[in-house]
């Protein structure tokens, strides 16, 4: 037989034998390379996560102090001129920045608690921060900026201690801004208006004449400007708009025909303010929208519960045909038992204890009534109630309203008061009247709104989250 062309070489058993084990070798480098991998995974998924609860934290901390700005009517006084910011943002200790830093520890990261939280104010357009919002300048009175950084040292790693690697630290910085727009085409960079569209406005328009201001404006119809800017205690006029009290009063009388239209009553006290009723657009779900108490009709039911199909929006113009903006003069508001009595009875849980407000400090103070849904005792500290109201206020400086019983009017600003109580009086001056106090004023500004989406919230000054500097 003869030998074959190409033969594959004959290896001795003495080679093969120096091979063995390398199949083990390769196995074993394979699966550490394979477990430091996945281990690497872990310590960055571990991390990643971290990072997005370091982000929530920084979220929840900065609109908790800019809620606590805006409540506080820090925009009310651009000027700070009786010096009052320093009471709300003025360092660490003070009310938005321990607002921020508790809010932002109930925060976990990574399984561990009490991040270290920094809060900084800034001025829209930019500026260094300060932890003293008092050092800042007027333009932080217009739209405040809250800067809220949260850091999270030392979070455990699992599979980086191969390397020596022992923790790892995360942080995140959020930034909130308390959008007010009277007057913010000055500050803007547009020099164009951004509107706000505030939700569940109660249907309610006042006149733009201030009671504590000699019924002048409250906001100017030239820029929208607040006219009466500051801080008053107890009630007082003399400093400012900012916890101003006075009544709401019905314009006009079904039935009757007759309708105040924001001019001086001769009869009544001089700290009063006519409203007229709005006309809501749709009736608000019954199911989600009115409280337990119960209403009759869509009027009722947008005082008592959320109407959030009526668009009320800053730099809107009544003729336009998205934005009526029309009154119902056929409504009943007005007595003991008329519609608006009985529903903002209904609203504040006058019945059960309503929630109070406490106007002889300042920062002014919530406190909870007995009837609070919340469940929290009599006089507890609280910083949301159903009190809290925002209003349209319509320009009355024409002193007449055309269009028969259902006319349409100019939304220039939005008032925000606390309902105080609802009077049960005998005379027609003190009948189903509201007491209420100012919190805070926004004015719709001269500018045209330059085609962005409007701000929406629940108040005239809402809160909202920007892109981080």
């Known amino acids: 037989m003869l030998r074959p062309l190409i033969e594959r070489p004959r290896r001795s058993r003495a080679s093969r034998s120096r091979e063995r084990g390398v199949t083990m070798a390769l196995v074993a480098l394979a699966i550490f390379s394979i477990v430091a991998m996945a281990g690497l995974a872990v310590d960055l998924g571990t991390l990643y996560e971290a990072s997005a609860e370091a982000q929530r934290a920084a979220d929840a901390g900065a609109l908790a102090a800019a809620r606590m700005i805006s409540i506080s009517g820090v925009t009310g006084d651009p000027t700070n001129h009786l010096a009052h910011w320093q009471d709300v943002c003025g360092g660490p200790n003070s009310p938005a920045s321990s607002a921020a830093t508790a809010e932002a520890q109930l925060n976990t990261i990574a399984g561990t608690s009490n991040p270290t939280v920094t809060v900084t104010y800034q001025i829209q357009g930019g500026g260094a921060g300060t932890p003293n919002c008092a050092s800042q300048t007027a333009a932080f009175g217009v739209n405040p900026l809250v800067v809220v950084k949260?850091?999270?040292?030392?979070?455990?790693?699992?599979?980086?201690?191969?390397?020596?690697?022992?923790g790892s630290s995360v942080s995140?910085?959020?930034?909130?801004?308390?959008?007010?727009?009277?007057?913010?085409?000055?500050?803007?960079?547009?020099g164009n208006l951004i509107p706000v569209q505030p939700r569940c406005v109660k249907p309610w328009v006042v006149p733009n004449s201030d009671p504590g201001n000699g019924n002048k404006q409250f906001v100017s119809?030239?820029?929208?400007?607040?006219?009466?800017?500051?801080?008053?205690?107890?009630?007082?006029s003399a400093s400012g708009v900012i916890?101003?009290?006075?009544?709401?009063?019905?314009?006009?009388?079904?039935?009757t025909g007759t309708c105040n239209f924001g001019a001086p009553f001769t009869a009544a006290p001089t700290s009063i303010v006519g409203y007229l009723p709005y006309l809501p657009g749709l009736a608000p779900a019954s199911s989600t929208a009115v409280p337990s108490c119960g209403n009759a009709n869509a009027y009722q039911q947008?005082?008592?519960?959320?109407?959030?199909?009526?668009?009320?929006?800053?730099?809107?113009?009544?003729?336009?045909?998205?934005?009526?903006?029309?009154?119902d003069l056929n409504e009943n508001p007005s007595g003991n038992s008329g519609d608006t009595s009985t529903a903002v009875q209904c609203l504040i849980h006058q019945a059960g204890g309503h929630d109070a407000l406490d106007t002889t400090a300042y920062p002014f103070q919530f406190q909870a009534g007995s009837g609070n849904p919340l469940n929290v005792a009599g006089s507890t500290p609280i910083t949301s109630s159903s009190s809290i109201v925002s209003l349209p206020i319509y320009d009355n400086s024409t002193g007449t309203l055309p269009g028969g019983q259902q006319p349409s009017v100019t939304i220039v600003g939005f008032l925000q008061v606390f309902i105080q109580n609802v009077e049960a009086g005998a005379t027609q001056f003190d009948s189903g009247t509201l007491q209420v106090t100012v919190l805070n004023v926004a004015g719709c500004g001269s500018g045209v709104p330059n085609g962005t989406t409007p701000v929406y919230g629940t108040s005239p000054v809402p809160v909202r989250l920007i892109t981080p500097p």
Not at 172 to 190: D, H, I, R
Not at 302 to 326: E, M, R
């Open 302 to 327: 947008a005082i008592a519960g959320c109407d959030q199909t009526t668009a009320y929006q800053c730099g809107v113009s009544s003729a336009t045909a998205a934005a009526p903006n029309k009154l």
């Open 243 to 255: 916890g101003e009290q006075f009544v709401l009063y019905p314009d006009c009388y079904q039935g």
């Open 172 to 190: 995140a910085t959020a930034t909130a801004e308390v959008f007010n727009p009277s007057g913010s085409e000055a500050y803007s960079s547009t």
């Open 221 to 236: 119809l030239a820029d929208g400007t607040i006219q009466n800017p500051g801080i008053s205690l107890n009630g007082g």
């Open 150 to 166: 949260v850091q999270q040292t030392s979070l455990p790693t699992y599979f980086s201690r191969i390397w020596g690697q022992t």
